[in-house]
Nanobody, 125 residues
Framework: QVQLVESGGGLVQAGGSLRLSCAAV??????????MAWYRQAPGSERDLVAG???????NYADSVKGRFTISRDNAKNTVYLQMNSLRPEDTAVYYCHADVATGYGLGYRVFGSWGQGTQVTVSS
């Protein structure tokens, strides 16, 4: 199966930085990671895309984080990172890693989504 393990969250002051990491642990079959992304959810809000890689390797960012956050990956380690700079209190949320995972062959080929457990990021004034 597939497990996504996030780390790197914590409490920082406004203007500070954090780097989140998400490692995909694959077992029990043949899987490949097709795309990975970071989402976040603040209290009382929807879970929204922050940054992501497409299956082709292109990136996209939420308008609110452009110029401040950078997504990167290490394919050899099945790990994706989110470097967060110039943090603001409005960035406070639980951050979730998501992966599109492919498995199977021929007509059995399918892609499913997998979520991490989330890591809390709190930015204080």
């Amino acid at each position: 199966q597939v497990q996504l393990v996030e780390s790197g969250g914590g409490l920082v002051q406004a203007g500070g930085s954090l780097r989140l990491s998400c490692a995909a642990v694959l077992s029990g079959g043949a899987f490949s990671i097709k795309a990975m992304a970071w989402y976040r959810q603040a209290p009382g809000s929807e879970r929204d895309l922050v940054a992501g890689f497409s299956s082709g390797g292109s990136t996209n960012y939420a308008d609110s984080v452009k110029g401040r956050f950078t997504i990167s990956r290490d394919n050899a380690k099945n790990t994706v990172y989110l470097q967060m700079n110039s943090l603001r209190p409005e960035d406070t949320a639980v951050y979730y890693c998501h992966a599109d995972v492919a498995t199977g062959y021929g007509l059995g080929y399918r892609v499913f989504g997998s979520w991490g457990q989330g890591t809390q990021v709190t930015v204080s004034s």
